[in-house]
């Protein structure tokens, strides 16, 4: 993740909607429903970085958190403009050009982060297991970790699927294949599977070899992972 390592710069990228949101609002029923938004979609870059749940769509969801949240903000401030009227003029700076100021900025740098993912997320990574998808009944008995196992495009972990219902080694590969061809993997080159590890932002690899209760997991480039 490129928001991935929460310094000063990660922390005003997740509070900024809300910092704004903060600056202008008048009500608290309208406030109170558009605060419970916005932290729900900070909670939701939170949960990615920590791990909580896995999608592949990370990148699109921290370049798309300006404008949903941006969206919200707008979506209060119309809302209490319709239900109270214009915001009185009180001779002091108007808090919602502020607030338009920042949302513009936050969005410009949400686009600056699908950008330098079109430039900088292609190299090899280690894939989340969370990106193997197992039937019941089967399960991870154990993984390399992500310590070594990277070559010059690719990086790879090893899995030791197990069964609670103790099927042999080939039944446990079969209903693994399966699994994987309902996910949307797709024969890549060598005999190994694979699925786009991100969607329209991050465009690297997911590559599977299975072969029994063994499967390598890899990280690779778009380019190497063609059959």
Partial sequence: MLVSEWTVLGWVYLLVPLACWAAVVRTRTVGAAVFGVLAGLATVLVGLEREWFFTRATAEVEAG???????????????ERRLHGPRPDTGAVNPVGGAAVAICAHALVGTAIAFLYQLVAYDAFFPSLAEVPLPPGLTIEHATGTK???????????????????LPA???????????????????????????HGWLVDRRVSEVFVSGRTVELSGSELVNAQP
Avoid: K, M
């Fill in 170 to 196: 080939d039944q446990v590969e079969a209903r693994l294949r399966a699994a994987l061809a309902a996910d949307g993997w797709t024969p890549g080159r060598s005999g190994a599977l694979v699925h786009p």
């Fill in 65 to 79: 958190y300006p404008f949903a949240a941006g969206l919200v903000v707008l979506a209060g401030v119309l809302g």
């Fill in 148 to 166: 070594g196992g990277c070559g010059s495009n690719y990086c790879s972990r090893t899995l030791t699927i197990g069964s609670t219902t103790g």
